[in-house]
């Protein structure tokens, strides 16, 4: 079997080093800096010639990351890698994956190919905002779910009368796999986005007095979806509320109005990192390295994947 390298970009270092520490490696030696006017520049320092390469970077904002992840991509083509594979634990610009208006761009297209040209051979990513951007890709894809983590952790909660909340229609599927995971009941919010970034619950449909309850989403961003989910659940008279994501985005004021919010917890993953005084301590980080640290081995083996997406 040929070697597996991974490098990383400046997105989620962190992350990379845990998930090297799984696959008992070190991170390769890479320079990902700017140039003086600000351009990024990229140089491998090792020989990667018929090397299986990895490329760990998550594309949150700014686009400097997603950025990074494209030159570095480039360079590990250019440098004779025998496969590259983008590891991609956030990806980002997904939500614009259709033409809902007129004249606007399909941006998760347009990073499908803007990857796929700077010279990945196969993706790997988690927790897509629509699953139906891997058809974005003519190459390998290999989508991984947060949910094993996450339901661990909810499993240990002591939750009683559970319900599993979409807050919208997008995220129906991935609470529906969540509720039966943990016996749980289902329940779906209606919500509408009067403008852009702006939540608003139209109806709570079905039961939640008395019960426990956990808001699950993909991403929290501005947290008005949680935030607005939450008020309306309590008005409905949910007991413990509990709300989780895969990607947590927290942009602007999203802390604080977590914060505020009448949930007792956050819990989210490390796709994204963020500075440890930022968070509150309502939020409690999960680490998906194991998951991620798994697949890449088993990519790198040419072994199955299924049993990691249950
Ligand atoms: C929407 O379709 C997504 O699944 C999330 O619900 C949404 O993007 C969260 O955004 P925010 O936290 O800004 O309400």
């Known amino acids: 079997m040929d070697e597996l390298r991974v490098f990383t970009g400046n997105a989620n270092p962190e992350l990379a080093a845990r998930v090297c520490k799984y696959l008992g490696t070190q991170p390769g030696n890479i ?9 990024t520049m990229v140089k491998i320092n090792e020989n990667i010639r018929g ?4 490329v760990f970077q998550s594309t949150f904002p700014p686009a400097k990351n997603l950025i990074e992840l494209l030159v570095m991509l480039d360079a590990a083509k250019r440098a004779s890698a025998r496969r590259v594979t983008a590891v991609v634990p956030y990806f980002g610009y997904a939500r614009q994956d259709r033409k809902d208006q007129p004249r606007v761009a399909i941006t998760a297209k347009l990073v499908a190919n803007l990857i796929t040209v700077a010279g990945a051979d196969r993706v790997l990513t988690m927790d897509l905002h629509s699953p139906q951007i891997q058809g974005f890709f003519d190459i390998p894809f290999d989508h991984l779910y947060a949910a094993p983590v996450l339901i661990d952790y909810f499993q240990k909660k002591n939750l009683k009368d559970l319900v599993i909340v979409s807050p919208d229609i997008g995220s129906v599927k991935m609470a529906r796999a969540f509720a039966k995971r943990l016996g749980a009941s289902l329940v779906l919010i209606d919500k509408r986005r009067p403008r852009a970034d702006v939540a608003e ?7 939640v007095e008395g019960r426990d309850v956990v808001i699950l989403d993909d991403l929290i961003s501005t947290a008005g979806t949680t935030t607005r989910a939450a008020e309306a659940l309590k008005k409905k008279g949910a007991r413990r509320i509990v709300a989780g994501c895969t990607h947590p985005v927290l942009c602007g004021d999203a802390v604080a109005r977590l914060g505020e919010a009448p949930v007792e917890q956050v819990v989210v993953t490390d796709t994204i990192p963020h500075a440890p005084e930022k968070l509150i301590s309502k939020i409690e980080v999960l680490s998906v390295a194991d998951l991620l640290g798994e697949a890449i081995r088993r990519i790198h083996e040419e072994r199955s994947l299924s049993s990691l997406f249950v």
């Open 51 to 54: 090397v299986d390469v990895f």
């Open 201 to 207: 619950v139209v109806n709570v449909i079905g039961e």
């Open 31 to 39: 320079d990902v800096c700017e140039f003086n006017d600000g351009e």
